[in-house]
Nanobody, 116 residues
Framework: VQLVESGGGLVQAGGSLTLSCAAS????????MSWHRQAPGKERELVAS????????NYADSVKGRFTISRDNAKRTVYLQMTSLKPEDTAVYYC??????????WGQGTQVTVSS
């Protein structure tokens, strides 16, 4: 099982980034996929999630209207489009695949830094 995030980097406030998470080694389309982030000194928090077959989405209040999560089951990839970025969005962003408590995996994370 492998989740590999990419697309992080340094961006000015108001800018945009799109993160990607490429999955392998499991039945991707059956898993709920989500993005989480962890800022220095803070707990990891859920940013957005997307259902397996229904594709239903859920967002943290802090990113609603600015971030969009999507998935391409054929490419086994989940995306996070981030717009109108703020300095408080600075964090390491992690991709997660969840089927059940026994079947849950995390990526290694990608750094997003938003300068003011």
């Amino acid at each position: 099982v492998q989740l590999v995030e990419s697309g992080g980097g340094l961006v000015q406030a108001g800018g945009s980034l799109t993160l990607s998470c490429a999955a392998s080694g499991f039945a991707f389309s059956s898993y709920v996929m989500s993005w989480h982030r962890q800022a220095p000194g803070k707990e990891r928090e859920l940013v957005a999630s997307i259902g397996s077959f229904s594709g239903s989405t859920n967002y943290a209040d802090s990113v609603k209207g600015r971030f969009t999560i999507s998935r391409d089951n054929a490419k086994r990839t989940v995306y996070l489009q981030m717009t109108s970025l703020k300095p408080e969005d600075t964090a390491v962003y992690y991709c997660r695949a969840y089927l059940s408590p026994a079947y849950s995996n995390w990526g290694q994370g990608t750094q997003v830094t938003v300068s003011s």
